[in-house]
């Protein structure tokens, strides 16, 4: 069973910066794709970035593209999401996901971006 786990929340002023961490294991499949989602109180699900193993193709939602970058370690099986020029509007758990043939994610890390 794959498992994954975040880290790296927390909070930030507007214009911060902050850095999370996914480590996904327990997979065997060479093709899969690791990213973010986002879920604030009262809002929609927001699918933040994605990473693909197959050709390291990238994916960003227009609210963060420019201001988030995804990246991967994979001797460590770690992915980064590199946060900066936080907004209040980027304030949710944020969830790191694995998709293979069925998605797995993990507990969520909170990032609040607040004066």
């Known amino acids: 069973e794959v498992h994954v786990v975040e880290s790296g929340g927390g909070s930030v002023q507007p214009g911060g910066s902050l850095r999370l961490s996914c480590v996904a294991s327990g997979f065997t499949t060479d093709g899969y794709a690791i990213g973010w989602f986002r879920q604030a109180p009262g809002k929609d699900r927001v699918d933040v970035a994605c990473?693909?193993?197959?050709?390291?193709?990238?994916y960003y939602h227009p609210s963060v593209k420019g201001r988030f970058t995804i990246s991967s370690d994979n001797e460590k099986n770690t992915v980064y999401l590199q946060m900066n020029n936080l907004e209040p509007e980027d304030t949710a758990v944020y969830y790191c996901y694995w998709r293979g043939l069925y998605d797995y994610w993990g507990q969520g890390t909170q990032v609040t971006v607040s004066s």
């Open positions: 990473w693909e193993s197959s050709d390291g193709r990238t």
